[in-house]
């Protein structure tokens, strides 16, 4: 049951992922790079309909998902490698700069990511890369202890 | 994927009901927008803006989806009525935010 998956991204037909939960409509990629699953965290414009972090400004760009994760203690850092020390997010986003998804990444290396309303899966970063999400455009790092 | 043109979307036989157009317009968009996080582009799809204007007459359709589980329905009902019974405290919390909604209706005598 995930040809629904391969077909919106097509690395996933070639290469390794795994689901690990059920579709859920709650909570979203952001939140879950997060580590939250009961809240849809998006920079709508009125307040009252997802949660956006206070400071923050609602507005959809990569510099505002870079302070909404700096509130959290990631800095911006240069590479996805897995360093044994620290956690990473890294964010998506499409032609034009606009943020379309996070994953984060888990300590065996691989990334675990919210698919929308979808399922949780575990993949390789680049794997989701294509017309859906875009392209790997920033990753961030805090030390492990943080978390 | 998800901002392409809804075909037929204005065309309804007169033979479908509210609720069958609905579901039909409902079923587009969860296949084109099920892997969206982007509540923006959610919100923005054709099927859903069509399902919007479909109005007050959906409303009990709605809630009786968002009593069985949560729905992002919490984003179509404030477009449709024009009001918002969710407490900030709780913006963000798909469930909570349906809960809300639910109350919303009872209190005017929705029933679904």
Aim: net charge negative.
């Amino acid at each position: 049951m995930v040809e629904h998956i391969k077909a919106l991204f097509p690395r996933l037909r070639a290469a390794p992922f795994r689901v690990t939960s059920l579709p859920d409509p709650v909570y979203n990629c952001v939140a879950w790079a997060a580590g939250v699953t009961d809240d849809w965290w998006w920079p709508l414009e009125n307040p009252t309909e997802a949660y956006w972090p206070d400071g923050v400004l609602r507005v959809r760009t990569l510099e505002t998902i870079r302070e909404v994760f700096a509130t959290f203690a990631y800095a911006v850092c240069p590479g996805e490698g897995l360093e044994i020390d620290f956690e990473k997010i890294a964010r998506f986003a499409d032609a034009l700069g606009v943020p379309t998804h996070a994953a984060r990444q888990l300590p065996t290396g691989l990334w675990t990511s919210k698919l929308g309303r979808g399922e949780d899966i575990e993949h390789s970063l680049h794997d989701l890369e294509g017309h859906l999400y875009g392209a790997v455009v920033l990753v961030m790092k805090r030390p492990r202890s943080h978390g | 994927m998800p901002s392409q043109p809804i075909p037929n979307a204005a065309v309804t036989s007169s033979a479908e009901t509210v609720e069958q157009r609905f579901r039909r317009l409902e079923t587009i968009w969860e296949s084109e927008t099920q892997f969206l996080s982007d509540a923006q582009r959610i919100i923005e799809h054709p099927a859903f803006q069509e399902i919007i204007r479909l109005g007050e007459a959906v409303v009990p359709l709605m809630l009786r989806d968002l009593e069985k589980g949560p729905r992002h329905w919490v984003w179509a009902l404030p477009r449709i009525t024009g009001v918002n019974p969710v407490p900030q405290a709780d913006a963000g919390n798909i469930r909570k935010m349906g809960e809300a909604w639910l109350r919303w209706g009872r209190e005017r005598g929705y029933q679904w």
